[in-house]
C-alpha cells in the first residue's frame, strides 16, 4: 500500500522542538505533535524551501534545531508554478497579505501532490469561510488541494 504524502508546516516543527508550554492548550499540542511524529513513517513526510526559511528565523539555538529536526523530512522544491499560484491566492484575497507563507504551504502541498498539509495554524490554512474558494482556485490549476488538517486529527484517521 502507498503512503500518503503529507507536507509538514512550520508549526509542527517548531511545535515538536520548543520547550514546554506553560499554557495548557498549546502543551497538549506539542505533546500531540510528538506522538504524533513518532508515527511519522505511516507516512510520507516532505516540505519546501518555504517551511526551511520559516524555521530559520529566530533565536539561533532554537533555529539550529528546528533545523535538524527537518533534515528528517524529504525536501522538494518550489517551482515558478508554485510561486504563481501563491501570487494568484494573495491576489485574490484568498490568503491576506499579511501571510505570504501561508499561500506558499497551500500551493507547495498541492504542487508536490501531498494529500496533506499537516499544520496547527488554521487561521489561513484553513480558513472555514475561504476554503472552498481556495480549494476551487486550486482545481482550477489541475491539481488536487491538500486536506488541511492538525496532528491530532491526522493521528486519529490512521488507528
Known amino acids: 500500500m502507498e503512503k500518503k504524502r503529507v507536507y509538514v508546516e512550520t508549526s509542527v516543527i517548531s511545535d515538536l522542538t520548543a520547550w514546554p508550554a506553560s ?4 502543551r497538549h499540542r506539542q505533546l500531540v505533535t510528538a506522538e504524533w511524529w513518532a508515527h511519522r513513517w505511516r507516512w510520507e513526510c516532505i516540505l519546501t524551501r518555504t517551511v526551511i526559511a520559516e524555521i530559520r528565523r529566530g533565536d539561533p539555538a532554537a533555529a539550529a ?3 535538524e529536526t527537518a533534515r ?3 525536501e522538494l522544491p518550489i517551482t515558478t508554478e508554485v510561486n504563481a499560484l501563491a501570487d ?3 491576489a485574490r484575497k484568498l490568503v491576506p497579505p499579511t501571510a ?3 499561500a506558499f504551504h497551500l500551493a507547495g502541498a498541492a504542487f508536490t501532490r ?3 498539509l499537516l499544520t496547527w495554524n488554521q487561521k489561513h490554512l484553513d480558513n472555514f469561510d475561504l476554503r472552498s474558494r481556495i480549494e476551487d482556485l486550486i ?3 489541475g491539481l488536487t488541494p491538500a486536506k488541511v488538517i492538525t496532528p491530532s486529527r491526522l493521528l486519529e484517521s490512521a488507528t
Open 23 to 26: 499554557q495548557p492548550l498549546h
Open 72 to 74: 528528517n523530512l524529504v
Open 100 to 102: 505570504v507563507t501561508d
Open 88 to 90: 494568484l491566492l494573495l
Open 65 to 67: 534545531l528546528r533545523l
Open 114 to 116: 501531498s494529500d496533506y
Open 139 to 141: 482545481r482550477g490549476w
